[in-house]
């Protein structure tokens, strides 16, 4: 047998290894029970993933080691492009957030600490929540668009929102204007994700704002594609199945109203170039309009809120773009008739719920959800926002959301929708 002979028969035994290597992992890893793996390590201390676990290995160390293998696998086999990391941010020394008057005002944060109040019965709560969420999801009767279709119809761009933590067995889909700047710190804290630009952080308060909403520092499942090629959706699915899943919700009328203030009653130039300036000529007839934000502000032109309700209403609206993710619907954002969540918490409940879902994922002696900011934007306040809208609008409001106050079990402002 010649030489050329003997190393295409190796380069065949080597493929054939390879795709066995590979459908014996998909196998072992689609088979493998719950019980095998403490999904929820408490991490005493940062440490680094080992390559394989050892004979002395606690369980979690053991689930994260095997799945970095397996990725580290797929990786290979797709390419060092697929396998580049993203560029993370280079940080500036550690600072809390910094507020202006008029911030502090619409945004009501409150850093002083206060204790979690502890509800009866939490895990009967969690509970209610969830089965509320399986009734409706599984009922034929309530229709609503996208509620149908598959894990695997989901665009992966509409994947975005949500955050994985390998170390933990953690995902958190995060929804805007429900205290989603705070779960990222903790989740950074958690997955580590800035600790190749030093020291990692252990206060989530540590953490800059700017660099929380980096999308660069977290690793999210619309990043799988680039990363692992045509075995993103598969190891979607593994993580999707043996991790622990949350989200934070807000009533949706609530919700609104805080997006409003927060990004149309604060000099916000990006926001004032791409929304509040077709608004303004839309619904307001203003042709002509300043360059620049702080311009607009001082000449007294802001988007009322009024036009803020006309802009979701209009049909055109999202022929244009979709809704921008700080008042997209939640169940546009998180997918919960596709993705079974273990843990459903409400901002209404933000602080019982927190230190319940930390107890949950054994990570209550690493760290503490940071001190809430009281919720201003209240929903006392719904009657006074809404006063002025017309009652055609509150209803049309409601069907657009009515979804979200239904899935996640929050009660029809039946005072809003009639006269």
């Known amino acids: 047998m010649d030489t050329m002979t003997k190393s295409r028969l190796f380069r065949l035994w080597l493929v054939l290894g390879s795709a066995f290597m590979i459908l014996l992992i998909i196998v072992y890893w689609d088979n493998m029970g719950p019980a095998h793996f403490n999904l929820h390590t408490a991490l005493s201390r940062p440490h680094m993933l080992k390559p394989f676990p050892s004979p002395n290995s606690a369980p979690g160390d053991v689930f994260t080691s095997s799945l970095e293998i397996w990725e580290s696998f797929v990786r290979e086999k797709q390419g060092p492009l697929l396998g580049k990391r993203l560029e993370q941010p280079s940080l500036p020394a550690s600072s809390k957030p910094v507020l202006g008057n008029l911030e502090e005002r619409v945004r009501g944060y409150d850093w002083s600490s206060h204790a979690a109040q502890q509800s009866p019965d939490p895990d009967g709560r969690q509970a209610e929540r969830r089965s509320v969420l399986r009734e409706f999801c599984a009922n034929a009767s309530f229709v609503f668009p996208t509620k149908e279709r598959s894990f695997d119809d989901i ?31 903790v989740m950074i804290v958690l997955s580590q994700s800035l600790a190749g630009q030093g020291a990692p952080y252990r206060d989530p308060l540590d953490i800059p704002r700017e660099y929380v909403h980096n999308s660069s520092t977290h690793l999210t499942f619309n990043k799988f594609w680039r990363r692992y090629g ?69 000449a007294g032109l802001k988007v009322s809120f009024a036009n803020f309700i006309q802009y979701l209403l209009d049909p055109h609206t999202e022929r244009l773009a979709p809704f921008n993710e700080h008042w997209r619907q939640v169940h546009r954002l998180c997918h919960p008739c596709q993705i079974d969540y273990d843990f459903v918490g409400k901002l209404e409940t933000l602080d019982q719920d927190a230190a319940q879902l930390l107890r949950l994922l054994k990570v209550d002696k690493l760290l503490q959800f940071p001190p809430s900011y009281r919720n201003r934007t209240a929903s006392s306040w719904e009657e006074g926002w809404f006063a002025k809208i017309p009652l055609a609008w509150r209803q049309q409001l409601y069907k657009l959301y009515e979804a979200d106050f239904v899935l996640f079990g929050y009660p029809k402002p039946e005072n809003l929708l009639r006269d």
């Not at 204007?177 to 990222?184: G, L, M, S």
Request: net charge positive.
């Open 155 to 185: 665009p992966n761009y509409e994947l975005n929102h949500l955050i994985v933590d390998d170390r933990h067995g953690v995902i958190y889909c995060y929804v805007p204007k429900v205290a989603c700047t705070n779960w990222k710190r």
């Open 230 to 298: 045509k075995f993103s959706r598969h190891l979607m699915k593994i993580k999707l199945k043996k991790y622990t899943k949350f989200l934070f919700v807000r009533d949706p009328f609530v919700r609104l109203i805080s997006a409003f203030r927060s990004k149309f009653e604060l000099e916000n130039e990006e926001f004032y170039q791409k929304f509040a300036v077709p608004m303004l000529k839309m619904y307001s007839n203003h042709t002509s309009l300043p360059a620049s934000v702080s311009e607009a502000f001082s």
